[in-house]
């Protein structure tokens, strides 16, 4: 008899308690068998359930237990749009979503991937595995990228810069006398940001990729020019804030000597470890044939990195988004750069291509020390 049965013949027995030509033995004897009996379900239930629990805590019998994954509990815990794009749910939806739209089919979503969907509102970003990808490789290609440290602070910063220590600097005092103090000449600088485009275009073939071969090409694209843009820029920032007397001219018109590049070197000061930028070209046609001290190469590469060497003691670096005839020396220390927010896409459709995906970066760039950098310009060979 099931649990409820019990119950029901309970209910009938003391109904028939109440006539008086009752078998009160018979039913004395079935309301004590009745009772063990129901006894019994509830103990088998407690055991049942206890073992439940046992092997529900156990994470040695996984033939029984069927764990989630990771990425899942991930996907559960995740309530901002910031933490979901960190999820391999949403890394999928985003493909899977796109790819349909470019091909005109219908998007097949797991649960967990409209889940990580709905919580980023529909705003495309970029999974935060692939925005890591982009940056990683944005640096390996350009060296200035590298050597700089990124703030991703949202928003217009203004932050102080040291223009000169008028008096009392670090000194020596006698024993028992106090420092005169230290008197610092400072101007507030805004790190104003500017935004970064790249349009992508999606065909339909390009909706045949797998998810992969789609990720590796974003990628690929949003990393080359919108990373070579990024650098145009930083130098470009670089130029505009440095001292008018850091910008330097070759002595002779399209031929560097030794005496420019210490020049150069001179003029320029700050904290840390110096770099020193130019292109392949200017490198080839004018840094690489200097002769130093000796009879030795000014310009000793590196024989494990091809854009890397040395010129003339200071670390070089082939920055490919130099203009051509132009050598920077910087002290990455001494520049605030900030890269709020990661790159965004957004997403349109149009007549000629399915889909249009436009990657957004925004940048900030300002010298705290304006004597931190200096340009020398090779300029046009004499006699061109």
Not at 32 to 58: F, G, M, P, T, Y
Not at 323 to 345: C, K, M, S
Not at 352 to 357: L, M, R, S, Y
Request: glycine share 6%.
């Amino acid at each position: 008899m099931t649990l409820k049965e019990i119950e029901e013949r309970l209910a009938q027995i003391k109904t028939e308690l109440e006539s008086p030509d009752c078998d009160i033995d018979a039913l004395s004897t079935e309301v004590k068998n009745l009772k063990e009996e129901r006894q019994k379900i509830l103990d088998d239930e407690e055991k049942r359930q206890a073992l439940l629990d046992d092997v529900a805590n156990s994470v040695t019998v996984e033939e029984v237990v069927t764990m989630p994954k990771e990425e899942t509990r991930q996907a559960d815990i995740a309530t901002t749009p910031e933490e979901m794009i960190k999820t391999e749910a949403y890394e999928r939806a985003f493909a899977k979503t796109i790819i349909a739209k470019a091909s005109e089919t219908k998007v097949d979503l797991t649960e967990d991937e409209k889940r990580a969907l709905n919580t980023t509102n529909g705003t495309a970003l970029i999974p935060h595995v692939w925005l890591t990808e982009i940056y990683d490789q944005i640096r390996e290609q350009h060296p200035i990228l590298q050597d700089l440290t990124w703030q991703q602070i949202n928003g217009i910063v203004e932050i102080p810069r040291r223009l000169a220590i008028t008096s009392g600097d670090a000194a020596v005092m006698e024993e028992g006398t106090c420092h005169a103090g230290e008197e610092n000449e400072f101007d507030s600088i805004q790190v104003d940001l500017i935004e970064i485009q790249k349009m992508l275009e999606i065909t339909a073939k390009m909706g045949q990729l797998l998810p992969d071969a789609f990720k590796a090409w974003l990628v690929a694209e949003v990393r080359d020019r919108i990373g070579a843009k990024m650098a145009e820029e930083v130098i470009k920032a670089i130029k505009k804030d440095m001292l008018a007397d850091n910008k330097l001219n070759a002595t002779t018109a399209g031929t560097v000597d030794i005496k420019d590049i210490l020049a150069l070197y001179g003029a320029a000061d700050g904290n840390g470890a110096a770099r020193v930028y130019a292109n392949r070209k200017t490198l080839y046609t004018s840094l690489f044939t200097i002769e130093g001290a000796q009879g030795r190469d000014a310009f000793i590469p590196n024989a494990n990195d091809s854009i890397k060497g040395n010129l003339l003691g200071e670390a070089f670096r082939q920055e490919d988004a130099m203009a051509d005839g132009e050598v920077l020396i910087l002290f990455p220390d001494e520049v605030f750069f900030n890269v709020p927010a990661g790159i965004r896409v957004k997403q349109m459709e149009d007549e000629c291509f399915k889909i249009k995906i436009s990657g957004i970066a925004f940048m900030g760039l300002r010298l705290k020390y304006r004597k931190a950098a200096a340009l020398l310009t090779v300029g046009e060979t004499a006699g061109a």
